[in-house]
């Protein structure tokens, strides 16, 4: 679990049990947190990331009523960096094919702001994976999005548990210094590909509304054998192994921000 405080709920708002109505009473109507600019809502921050490809993000809907957004599938293809920049971050660009001016500042901003995205009745979730095709450098900055929305190690199966040790025994010594100020993990889903599924919610605990976010292993994941005699094959440490057809575990992000 990951968790932000929000922000605190006055008295004349503590009759209100639901944390979803308390939020949309306190932010601007269609914003999850406060905008600095209205105009920069999340359609803007989506175009960002869509227009600099930087994501894929395809919304899935409920095949029994294609009304009902379900969640939204995004592979990470790439990152702009400082030096892609090229420039001072505060300079203003214009989106490809579009309008729109933003400056390196809000690309960053993007990828947290884009997350927020949330359905009234908040069950809205978030498919995430590295594209098969993703190349290039990761910014330190995304150890920030990747602290609050990506994968953690301790929703693996055990059996991939098993191989991910592994995978970290042999690579511990072979990154450079640059590659060791990043998570194991963002190496490991890098290079392997497992997918992950996250979903976020509001909570009153006492005065004080709360985020929090979930993580959870994908049960109909066909690839981890694969996955599994991949590593093994690579790093020699693991015998070949046998997967059971599906396995669940969802865990809470374990840390806490003020925000």
């Known amino acids: 679990m990951y968790s932000w405080n929000l922000f605190y709920i006055e008295s ?21 947190w406060i905008p600095e600019i209205p105009a920069k809502n999340l359609q803007f921050y989506f175009s960002i990331l869509i227009h600099t490809d930087s994501l894929t993000i395809k919304p899935i809907y409920d095949k029994t009523d294609d009304s009902k957004l379900i969640y939204h599938s995004v592979y990470i293809l790439r990152f702009i960096t400082k030096e892609d920049w090229g420039t001072h971050p505060s300079t203003s660009k214009k989106l490809r094919d579009s309008e729109i001016t933003y400056n390196y500042y809000d690309y960053i901003n993007a990828w947290l702001r884009f997350m927020l995205f949330q359905t009234p009745d908040m069950s809205h979730s978030w ?32 059996e991939l548990q098993q191989a991910y040790k592994s995978f970290i025994q042999a690579i511990s010594s072979k990154l450079d210094a640059y590659e060791s100020k990043f998570p194991y993990c963002i190496h490991f889903s890098k290079r ?8 976020w919610s509001y909570e009153k605990n006492g005065d004080i509304l709360q985020r929090f976010a979930f993580v959870k292993w994908w049960d109909r994941f066909s690839h981890m054998a694969n996955m599994i005699n991949t590593i093994s094959k690579e790093f020699g440490q693991n015998p070949l192994i046998q997967v059971p ?8 992000k374990t840390n806490i921000s003020s925000s």
């Open 12 to 32: 004349n708002r503590s009759i209100d049990t639901d944390p979803y109505k308390i939020a949309t009473r306190y932010f601007p109507p269609n914003f999850h």
């Open 127 to 158: 498919f995430f994976n590295f594209d098969k095709n993703f190349k290039g450098k990761i910014p330190l900055w995304f150890n920030k999005w990747w602290h609050q929305f990506g994968l953690i190690p301790n929703i693996f199966p055990e």
């Open 192 to 199: 392997f590909k497992p997918p992950w599924i996250l979903k």
């Open 245 to 252: 057809a599906s396995s669940t575990t969802s865990k809470k």
